[in-house]
């Protein structure tokens, strides 16, 4: 792949260690549910659910919508899919009929859902939300709220496959909010089954506390950001054994000596001082290489660091290389992952750009960039969405 103006590595063996190590903290009869929305935080989703697919301890896979659902479906994804968020009623009957769980937070959509599984002469399964501190979709933990939820149970073509809510703060050292809203569940799932809903799974987990709250695991745990080798928060013990799945390489297209004041890039944000050799990478921020390292970030040329001067650049930027003796164009550059002994990680790059791993992870994932996929040191797939 070297011939490529730029190209993501992906470590499948990575995103299977990760697994293991998650199962590791588990109860041996505790599922995960594999979160790949916004195509897998960029790593590519159907790659990364064909990867799973063969694991009997992944019980499906979570994505944010139903356009997501689709695309592994298409792939031959088989096992079970759950939307997280809202799902438009237009969508039903194609939900129904491909098995696609939606995640049923009114009795208006609940009743919606169980019309389209009548028509389809099928039992649809469906999962229950529950609002127990996010403040963002699901039934509310009152009267009013869960008399709703205990109503869906009585629809003839829905099967209460799970009940499910998320924590907004797992990833603090203060784990006192995630006790509460585990505790607020479980309080709606108790109130529930007095009337008369029981549910198949539930689940509450998300990777920061499938690293550090395995107590609060329940049925089934849905690993998100951890699947990846990324830390849910710099908060998270940095113990834990992640790898890094993600890389990014590019190439230099040309080197310049540039003199005394000499300024670089838009608005002449860095001056040259003495002189300098400036190479340019051919990656920008419509790449998803974030603006914000303008003058901050760094790269690996020949396992060392090269800072990155003048703003970052819609397709280019510059780096200086003043201190490489020996380099020309087409070296190899790293802008994510180990070159040598050095590595510049997500983190990194989140903390020097204002932004964070999940951010920029998804950002690096756009359809500009090709994916490698690497299994025992060898390509197995590459996956290049503009060809």
């Known amino acids: 792949m070297d011939h490529k103006r730029v190209w993501m590595d992906i470590d499948l063996d990575a995103v299977r260690a990760n697994v293991d190590a998650m199962f590791d903290r588990m109860r041996p009869d505790c599922r995960m549910m594999a979160v790949v929305k916004a195509d897998a935080y960029g790593h590519g989703a159907r790659e990364i659910a064909a990867l799973l697919e063969p694991d009997q301890r992944v019980f499906g896979y979570a994505v944010a919508t139903v356009d997501e659902a689709y695309e592994l479906r298409r792939h031959q994804i088989s096992k079970p899919i759950l939307i997280l968020g809202y799902s438009f009623p237009e969508e039903y009957p194609a939900m129904v009929r ?11 959509s609940a009743l919606a859902f169980d019309r389209a599984a009548s028509q389809a002469g099928m039992i649809a399964p469906v999962h229950i939300k529950i609002d127990t501190g996010m403040s963002r979709i699901g039934f509310q933990v009152n009267e009013e709220d869960l008399s709703q939820a205990a109503r869906i149970a009585q629809l003839k073509h829905l ?18 909010h995630a006790y509460a809203q585990a505790d607020l569940f479980q309080q709606a799932i108790d109130r ?10 539930r689940h509450c987990s ?5 690293m550090e709250l395995p107590e609060l695991n329940m049925d089934m745990v849905r690993a998100g950001i951890s699947l990846y080798g990324l830390w849910p928060s710099e908060e998270m013990d940095p113990n834990f054994p992640l790898s890094a799945a993600m890389s990014l390489r590019s190439h230099i297209t040309h080197i310049k000596t540039l003199g005394e004041g000499r300024c670089i890039s838009y608005g002449g944000t860095y001056q040259v001082k003495g002189k300098a050799k400036i190479a340019t990478i051919p990656v920008g921020y419509a790449d998803g290489y974030a603006r914000g390292l303008s003058n901050r970030g760094y790269v690996l040329i020949q396992g060392k660091r090269a800072p990155i001067v003048g703003r970052v650049c819609m397709d280019q930027f510059m780096v200086d ?18 070159d040598g002994e050095d590595r510049i990680s997500l983190e990194e790059l989140g903390r020097l750009s204002g932004r964070f791993n999940y951010e920029f992870a998804c950002l ?5 960039i090709p994916k490698v996929f690497h299994r025992k040191g060898q390509v197995v797939s ?4 503009l060809r």
Request: hydrophobic fraction near 40%; glycine fraction near 8%.
């Open 98 to 108: 491909l098995g696609i769980r939606p995640a049923i937070f009114s009795y208006e």
């Open 192 to 201: 529930l089954k007095r009337a008369g809903a029981e549910f198949e799974i």
């Open 159 to 176: 099967r209460m496959e799970g009940i499910f809510t998320h924590f907004a703060r797992a990833d603090e050292k203060d784990k006192s």
């Open 321 to 338: 290389v003043s201190a490489f003796d020996h380099i020309a164009v087409g070296e190899k550059v790293t802008l994510l992952g180990e």
């Open 364 to 368: 690096l994932g756009n359809r500009r």
């Open 382 to 385: 590459v996956r290049e969405d």
């Open 206 to 210: 998300n990777s920061a506390s499938i």
